[in-house]
């Protein structure tokens, strides 16, 4: 749903997209938005040829195991000034110390806004608004 907004209202940009289900990927292929498509977990490197002026994980954050690794290549991805925009749940944020993780990474990485928690799924019967998420921005430095 991202790349749909971002599509729409910037026609000309350039979107690449990462998942391991197969099957998100066949959906996402469909709806050609993406010049390009890795079937590849966020913690492995992926080969690129060029750095990104935004990298997004909007609702991603909670399936990754090892967000240090990630933080790293996502540091090795972005262009100077680039934009990391992701999306995390405060009880997962809490439980993986994002605070700190985010600290080591501030020769890399500024925080550009901190969003204040905001209801998850907050239509979702069984979330409603027990779970929280943040919205974090970061630039490369």
Avoid at 72 to 95: A, M, P, Q, V
């Amino acid at each position: 749903m991202f790349a749909e907004e971002i599509k729409r209202k910037y026609k000309k940009i350039i979107i690449d997209g990462c998942d391991i289900s197969s099957q998100s990927l066949k959906i996402a292929k469909q709806k050609k938005l993406y010049r390009k498509l890795f079937n590849k977990s966020f913690e492995k490197k992926i080969k690129i040829s060029n750095k990104y002026d935004l990298i997004s994980m909007i609702g991603s954050m909670t399936y990754c195991k090892k967000p240090e690794v990630l933080f790293s290549l996502i540091c090795s991805y972005l262009k100077k000034n680039g934009i990391f925009i992701f999306t995390h749940r405060i009880d997962l944020w809490e439980k993986q110390n994002f605070d700190k993780l985010i600290q080591e990474f501030k020769k890399y990485l500024k925080i550009e806004y901190r969003f204040r928690p905001l209801g998850y799924l907050p239509e979702n019967i069984d979330f409603s608004n027990k779970v929280k998420i943040r919205i974090i921005v970061l630039k490369k430095i």
